[in-house]
């Protein structure tokens, strides 16, 4: 069965830390890969998206990640964290074969300290 | 431009009960899908419905049924509710021939 796993659960940064939060799924074929955020109290967005093309993808607020196809891996960076930063993330993929099906990773819970 | 909404945003019901969830979908948009989101789990896939019809389902039981209408927005039944029901669950819209989707705010529901 096709998975995703993300190997944070919990990560604690001070301000301006780097941050790396891994992802891999287990699928064969063509995928789509995407981050999405939850901040507190709202609602899930889409923080990137990698469909095709160059394997380095930037999103918005600073964040981007690389997908390495031989490695089944999509991990998430950010240079510089900031409080605002403090959310929890999802990594998800759609195997193109499944039409429309995202399948999420368990998610990690970022806090930033100030 | 309006996003995905749904209601309600919280609902109470007791085991054996029946509860409908709606969401009204992105402008454009005419797909949908339905996840559920257990507390300190990622979303897990129910189904999606395209041109009123079911695109895809996931490992849910028939007693987790849905709808779509002409409109592109949608209903989530769920019958005969268990207290492993308690989630929020999420609804998400996608633009024609596009994979990204957006997601709604979620209702969330307490099974006593």
């Known amino acids: 069965a096709q998975s995703v796993s993300q190997h944070n659960h919990h990560v604690i940064l001070s301000e301006a830390a780097s941050l790396e939060l891994g992802c891999n799924y287990s699928?064969?074929?063509?995928?789509?890969l995407f981050w999405y955020v939850q901040y507190p109290g709202q609602h899930l967005q889409l923080l990137l998206k990698?469909?095709?093309?160059?394997?380095l993808v930037k999103g918005i607020k600073g964040f981007e990640a690389e997908f390495i196809k031989s490695k089944f891996s999509f991990n998430l960076r950010k240079p510089s964290v900031q409080w605002s930063d403090t959310a929890e993330y999802f990594c998800?993929?759609?195997?193109?074969?499944?039409?429309?099906?995202?399948?999420f990773g368990q998610g990690t819970t970022l806090q930033v300290k100030p | 431009e309006t996003g995905v909404t749904q209601s309600p945003t919280h609902l109470i019901k007791t085991r054996g009960q029946q509860v409908t969830l709606r969401c009204s979908s992105q402008?454009?948009?005419?797909?949908v899908s339905w996840y559920q989101q257990a507390l300190g789990q990622g979303p897990q896939f129910i189904f999606q419905?395209?041109?009123?019809?079911?695109?895809g389902r996931g490992n849910f039981p028939p007693r987790f049924s849905g709808l779509q209408f002409p409109n592109y927005s949608s209903e989530l039944n769920v019958n005969a509710l268990e207290l492993d029901d308690s989630a929020l669950y999420l609804c998400?819209?996608?633009?024609?021939?596009?994979?990204?989707?957006?997601f709604g705010p979620g209702t969330r529901l307490t099974v006593l």
């Open positions: 998400a819209s996608s633009p024609p021939g596009y994979n990204e989707q957006f």
């Open positions: 699928y064969g074929g063509t995928v789509n």
């Open positions: 990698y469909f095709s093309g160059d394997p």
């Open positions: 998800a993929v759609n195997a193109l074969s499944n039409t429309g099906k995202l399948i």
């Open positions: 402008s454009g948009h005419n797909t």
């Open positions: 419905y395209y041109r009123e019809e079911e695109n």
